[in-house]
């Protein structure tokens, strides 16, 4: 199994993933929220107006109204220059930071996939080196059987050849799951 790095379009898609939670979740509670916005710019407007305390009829029956007030109420804030001005900044910092995580993931990644890369060639290469090492032992050791028999060099120069080949399998096997993912 080959090793995978992740990229900056993995983490845009993680991020992309957090922003549709994170909307989804503000959606639960923005009625709500509007509404608490909304009570209490009504309470701050109409405060002296209130001749008696709600009670918890009228209070259900003015939470729609109060969700939209709220909702002007926060448009009315967001447009403040101050407000304003804190909410780019806020975003400029947001794209810079996801600029740099990009960055650097992608670095890292290009560094991982270049170790991934070296570690494979070094591993087919001591492979390629075992294995010539197999077959020259195992041709060595069937020059002195071969003296004493004939047959028996000739099953051991084959199984040179199966050693080699196996340990040519095994080193290859081996430096493709460390290879980088393509």
Do not use: C
């Amino acid at each position: 199994m080959a090793i995978a790095l992740p990229t900056s379009a993995d983490v845009k898609k993680a991020r992309k993933q957090v922003d549709k939670f994170v909307s989804a979740q503000y959606d639960l509670v923005r009625t709500p929220f509007l509404a608490w916005v909304g009570v209490n710019d009504l309470a701050l407007t109409r405060l002296r107006e209130l001749p008696e305390q709600l009670n918890s009829a009228e209070l259900r029956s003015r939470y729609d109204g109060w969700a939209k007030r709220g909702e002007v109420a926060v448009e009315r804030i967001k447009s403040r220059p101050a407000v304003d001005r804190a909410l780019r900044n806020a975003k400029d910092a947001d794209e810079r930071t996801v600029r740099s995580v990009g960055s650097f993931v992608d670095e890292v990644h290009d560094r991982g996939e270049d170790l991934l890369g070296r570690v494979s060639t070094e591993t087919r290469s001591v492979g390629e080196k075992a294995a010539r090492r197999t077959e020259k032992v195992a041709a060595q050791a069937a020059e002195t059987v071969s003296e004493a028999g004939g047959e028996l060099a000739g099953e051991i120069v084959e199984a040179g050849k199966d050693t080699a080949r196996e340990t040519r399998s095994t080193t290859r096997k081996a430096a493709n799951k460390a290879a980088p993912k393509r």
